[in-house]
């Protein structure tokens, strides 16, 4: 039982034992989101590096367009397992959840086409 099943069910947590953390759907890929985020990290410290180099406008932007793309892949990816885990597992659940769910998702890829 999570801490936020115990908290609502009515159940203690056992002393001196930390809550359980939920499990996201990107969990079982965390060390590949975070090598792809240091990646594209590095590629906004190197776009700091070429304003500071007096680089040409055009070289600058081109890589301002690869460092947007890395982020918007990495988007899409996040979003397909939020579809595949959390919002699966509302619809398994039924009721309320899983339309808060879809409405989540639904906003969240709003936000994403409007950039």
């Not at 579809?83 to 309320?96: M, N, Q, T």
């Amino acid at each position: 039982m999570t801490a936020i099943e115990a908290e609502g069910s009515g159940a203690a947590v056992a002393p001196g034992t930390a809550p359980e953390a939920p499990v996201h759907g990107y969990h079982h890929q965390k060390d590949e989101h975070l090598k792809r985020l240091r990646r594209i990290e590095g590629q906004i410290r190197g776009l700091q590096r070429l304003v500071d180099e007096d680089v040409y406008c055009i070289d600058i932007l081109t890589q301002v367009s690869a460092s947007t793309k890395a982020l918007q892949s990495f988007a899409l990816q996040l979003l397909e397992e939020h579809l595949r885990h959390c919002v699966a597992d509302a619809a398994v659940k039924g009721g309320s959840e899983i339309d808060a769910k879809v409405e989540e998702a639904t906003k969240a890829i709003a936000r994403l086409l409007r950039t």
